[in-house]
């Protein structure tokens, strides 16, 4: 019985190639591949192991089952490890699932490939070599550890890579806004020392802009109205604009 798509993320696409590869007509026959495993040689199709090992317990007859699955894998490994990956394939999803809610500055398809390559590469781990029980438990134990690890790792990564980002920003407008000020500073000591602009000039501007003195407040002091002192900062930045170009 072929499997159903449950959804169109990439491990379920994977399942889809990897079923049909197993059972399509240019495949090994079963009877063939299990012939010389005894406790595999009692499933006549590649769809029954598969629904039996999914669907029952992780006791001694699925650890024999498993034990001669790592058999069969010096002999054919393309085969067992496809096979081994239909089998777990769903608890990979729920882990992709899993990490997909929690961390989301990651993708689906760097998770799902992630969990796929973690997967594969503790089934070649020393552990698994020596192992004689408990297949199922260990591979979903291992798998989970490394897969969770690894994106909480890669989600820490990216958040101190934004920190960075944001420090650098904040580093690049601070130099900006200082060389900017530098060559103001230098334009206007350019012009008063030319006679192009007055200190009385210079005084109102500072005022101005830096002390942040109002017209009001400087009218005040002048004993002038607020529009003439407006008015006569005006023409200043009119004459700078002139003495800029």
Not at 10 to 33: D, M, Q, Y
Not at 108 to 133: C, K, N
Not at 139 to 146: D, E, P, Q, S
Not at 216 to 228: D, K, P, Q, T
Request: glycine letters at 4%; hydrophobic letters at 45%; proline letters at 3%.
């Amino acid at each position: 019985m072929p499997l159903e798509i449950q959804c169109h993320c990439t491990l379920c696409n994977i399942e889809a190639k990897l079923f049909s590869a197993l059972t399509g007509p240019e495949s090994r026959p079963v009877s063939e591949l299990f012939s010389a495993f005894p406790a595999l040689h009692g499933h006549s199709t590649v769809s029954d192991l598969l629904f039996h090992l999914r669907a029952s317990p992780a006791d001694a007859a699925n650890d024999n089952l498993f034990h001669e699955i790592f058999a069969l894998r010096e002999a054919n490994p393309a085969f067992a490890e496809s096979l081994l990956v239909l089998v777990f394939l769903p608890m990979l999803h729920r882990a992709v699932r899993l990490i997909t809610r929690q961390q989301e500055s990651l993708t689906e398809e760097d998770i799902a490939q992630q969990v796929l390559f973690f997967f594969l590469l503790f089934l070649h781990s020393p552990e698994m070599g020596t192992r004689r029980s408990h297949f199922a438990f260990a591979i979903a134990r291992g798998v989970k550890r490394h897969i969770f690890e690894w994106a909480k790792q890669e989600s820490t990564n990216a958040a101190l890579l934004d920190h960075a980002n944001g420090e650098a920003s904040v580093f690049v407008e601070l130099e900006d806004s200082f060389e900017r000020f530098a060559q103001l500073r230098h334009f206007l000591h350019r012009c008063v020392t030319n006679g192009k602009l007055a200190d009385s000039e210079l005084d109102l501007l500072i005022q101005f802009k830096l002390d942040g003195n109002t017209g009001e407040e400087m009218a005040v002091l002048n004993g002038s109205s607020s529009n003439a002192v407006r008015q006569r900062f005006k023409r200043l930045l009119a004459k700078l604009r002139r003495l800029a170009r």
